[in-house]
């Protein structure tokens, strides 16, 4: 057996030859086993993956970049903890290990991608480096990754369902996408769907057969199906398996919110998609205790968490969108924001609105296009705990004036009227129009420029009439009005 999932560069540093160490063969295995990165799966990125992250080595990282240290996935099961397995960090230092996200795209090169470092590593006390069995191991993150996704470990309860014999899993990483050596890795990890095999095929020694595809099984002195389980995948009679370079990363069983971490990417064979035997996989409902031991919550009840937020408001520059959020009046109180604009092509930006008073807080997104459309949401994060979207707004960068405000009106004898004007911003656009207006019914409507000091003097009102008067300005995006004010002219 080997070790899937140690990735195209075990040979960059101390952590991944350390890692090397513990993929050793049970003696009653027949062939060598391997294996990860997903073979014949389909290209990332997906939102149901938003949770997976990279292990890689520090100094290769600082160096080369996390394209070139990764070596290992991990699943995000809390801003600050990963689940991972054993042999990727048995005999690492925490100081040895970086963590990253993918970016948008689903690479490691972006700029978007997130980076922590590991402060802890806390390995299953009963993790055998020989038979791979209790293959788990949980970070703790220096820095916690808060605002991305994560993903809640099964219970035993929900397992009877999600890890039954045929039931549809999916696995994700950066692992070969060919099934023997020399191994080629993607830029952008990859997704393969996969099928749970019955322990009759995992630990029982019986064959299996998954849409006309026979597979070998595996005895029970290969493979403890207490501690362990086995998928595989077939599409167009192609075999889809994680391979070499996947190990650590996620196995997932459900749909929608009952999604769930299922199992971790642990050994397979010499040659990854192959008839002799399917990935192995350490099964997550069977570490329970363990993972509770490291901090790791299971399944928080849905009104512990924040709700979702409201964007109250959204001004903008011809470059910027600043957006106004804030706290739903139930579930728990958020102790930040994220807010997300995404433009027609589907890139993301965003800004992060830490510890807000009173529950509202505001945030810019730079670098955006004028005048084209951009959906605004905003998520609320408490602790660990993050909300489902708020309502989407569409908006445009285009930099609409701010809205004046008439501050001082007072009517002068002879039809006279001074004003002062306040909040005379163009946001980035010149403002191409300041005006002060006065009408009234049956009077002719008066005008007056408002000067750069925000100074309006309007003349040749009726006496004894009733005005409201409003300040206007516009720029070459369009106008903005104050609110009226009233006066009588003497």
Known sequence: MVTRRLGAIVSLGAVLAAALGALQVPASATAAPVKPDVVN???????????????????????????????????LVTSALVITAAHCVSDARAADLVVGTADI????????MRISYVSAIKVHPNYDTRSQENDVAVLTLTTPLRGVPT????TAQEAATLTAARA??????????????????????????????????????????????RFSGYGPNEVNSRVMLCAEGVIDGQIVDSCVGDSGGPLIGGLGTDRRLVGIVSW????????????????????????KSAGVPFAPAPDLGPQPPTVDRVTSTPTSLTVT??????????DSYSVSAVDDAGMVSSCTIEAPTGGTGRCT??????????????????????????????????????TPRITYAKAQRGGFAGFIVDNLHGNGSPLTERVLRCTSRGETTRRAPIESQGLALISRLSPGAKYRC?????????????????????
């Open 105 to 112: 795209d689903g690479d490691l090169s972006g700029a978007d």
């Open 268 to 291: 397979g064979l010499e040659q990854c998609a192959t008839r002799a035997g399917a990935g192995v996989y350490s099964r997550v409902a069977a570490f329970t205790t363990f993972l």
């Open 325 to 334: 959020v804030s706290a739903a009046a139930t579930g728990t109180t958020p």
């Open 168 to 213: 549809p899993v999916s696995v994700a990483g950066w692992g070969a996408t060919n099934e023997s050596k020399p191994w080629r890795f993607p830029e952008i990890y990859r997704i393969g769907d996969l099928v749970v095999f019955p322990d009759s095929a995992c630990g029982g020694g019986q064959p299996f057969t998954l849409d006309g595809v």
């Open 365 to 402: 997104i730079t670098g955006l296009l004028a005048a084209q459309d951009y959906t605004v949401t905003a998520i609320a994060i408490a602790g660990d705990l993050v909300s489902a979207p708020s309502k989407a707004i569409v908006v445009q960068p285009v930099g609409l004036p701010s």
């Open 151 to 154: 993903v809640q470990p099964v």
């Open 41 to 75: 799966g389909v290209e990332g990125p997906s939102p149901d993956f938003g949770f997976l992250v990279a292990l890689g080595d520090r100094v290769y990282y600082e160096d080369y970049g996390m394209d070139k240290a990764q070596f290992c996935g991990g699943s």
């Open 470 to 490: 409003e300040a206007i300005v516009a720029n070459d995006y369009g106008r903005a009005t104050s609110r009226a004010v009233t006066l009588v002219a003497k």
